[in-house]
């Protein structure tokens, strides 16, 4: 396996590192996702394995196709839709008959639930499965969208209104939810 010595910043969705840092070839091409290009930090552990900065718990992360996926979801919501950093609890503890599960991402708006968003790898189906465990995991936190992505498709579901539906676009930060259609 080629090793490349990377030293240079490069934007978007490639990697970003600091002088003398090495990682193997294959991680410098993440696969492209549905999201804009995003500037990310990475770093490779001691132990060779490549980590990603999460901007909002402020801590490295191993990078998994899923972290991939939600790092990105993240980043799209604050810098594209106009979300606050102090509004995101990720991978939020809670129970679901009697079984600790964690909950991908949630967005608080007004100190409420507004958004659980269920995050899956790039190479994993979004199906009834994924919408179950999220509905699940809403029942806990009554939250009015869900969001289910695998970065490559995306699904908005207005949980708020009977019956629910699906949507065209990521809810509005600033939106009055009452108003806040298709």
């Keep these: 396996m080629k090793i490349k010595k990377v030293g240079l910043k490069i934007v978007g969705q490639n990697l970003r590192l600091s002088e003398n840092k090495y990682l193997f070839v294959h991680y410098l091409k993440p696969p492209k996702l549905n999201f804009p290009k995003y500037s990310f930090r990475f770093r490779k552990s001691e132990t060779n394995q490549v980590l990603i900065f999460d901007k909002v718990r402020k801590k490295w992360l191993v990078l998994t196709p899923e972290e991939w996926v939600r790092q990105n979801i993240i980043l799209h919501l604050i810098e594209n839709m106009g979300y606050p950093e102090s509004v995101f609890k990720i991978e939020t503890g809670l129970y679901v008959n009697e079984n600790k599960r964690r909950s991908d991402v949630l967005v608080y708006k007004n100190s409420k639930p507004f ?53 065209n ?9 009452a108003s806040f259609n298709s």
Excluded: W
């Excluded at 009015?144 to 695998?150: A, G, K, S, W």
């Excluded at 676009?169 to 939810?177: A, T």
């Design 169 to 177: 676009r990521f809810p509005d930060y600033n939106c009055n939810i």
């Design 115 to 167: 958004i659980l968003v269920e995050c899956k790898s790039y190479n994993h189906e979004i199906n009834q499965n994924v919408l179950n465990q999220a509905i699940n995991y809403n029942l806990a936190y009554k939250c009015p969208y869900i969001i289910l992505t695998n970065g490559i498709i995306h699904s908005t579901i207005n949980v708020s209104e009977e019956p629910i539906h699906f949507m």
